[in-house]
């Protein structure tokens, strides 16, 4: 049954396997973004963490030192901050999953267009002055493919003249 649906979304051109292939042109580059965010958020992250600790430590000692009731404001406290802890690993777990599809999304729209230049390029140095470029709406490079295409035509009319 499996094999039916995989043979209906090729036949109509989906081919799932293709699709994860596709979505990252160049893992090095596309996924070096990414860890240069990450880095920088962590490092972010761990700064605000120490300049906070820093900054409610005292509080703490304060407060522990105010109340006669100590051992159940430790209780509370620890409570609090091992909810917090939690809370916070999940928010950057998601942090982490989101910039990494954003950066993989973006990056592709930057170096996705490149591929069919190059492959344009290529035609034109091989003497194929009709083909053409075919780029997807809103892609980064898309004036520039415009003035490959008209490049291409220029050269197409000129080889037509001799």
């Known amino acids: 049954m499996l094999q039916y649906f995989e ?6 051109g989906l081919d799932e396997r293709r699709k994860a292939r596709n979505a990252l042109l160049k893992p090095g580059i596309q996924l070096r973004l990414p860890l240069y965010v990450l880095l920088l958020s962590f490092t972010f992250v761990l700064l605000a ?7 409610f430590e005292q509080t703490y000692i304060t407060l522990l030192q105010s109340t006669t009731q100590s051992e159940y404001v430790q209780r509370i406290l620890a409570r609090q901050t091992q909810e917090f802890k ?14 990494i ?3 993989v ?5 930057l170096i996705g267009p490149v591929i ?9 140095q091989e003497g194929r ?4 470029i075919s780029l997807r709406r809103h892609d980064a490079f898309s004036e520039l493919a415009n003035q490959l295409n008209a490049l291409a035509e220029t050269l197409q009319h000129n080889s037509r003249r001799q």
């Open 7 to 12: 043979s209906v979304l090729r036949s109509l």
């Open 49 to 55: 963490v120490l300049f906070g600790n820093l900054y």
């Open 86 to 99: 939690e809370l916070a690993l999940l928010l950057l777990s998601g942090y982490v999953l989101l910039m």
């Open 101 to 103: 599809v954003v950066t």
């Open 105 to 109: 999304i973006y990056t592709h729209r």
């Open 116 to 124: 069919p230049m190059l492959r344009h390029v290529k035609a034109l």
């Open 129 to 132: 002055f009709t083909h053409r």
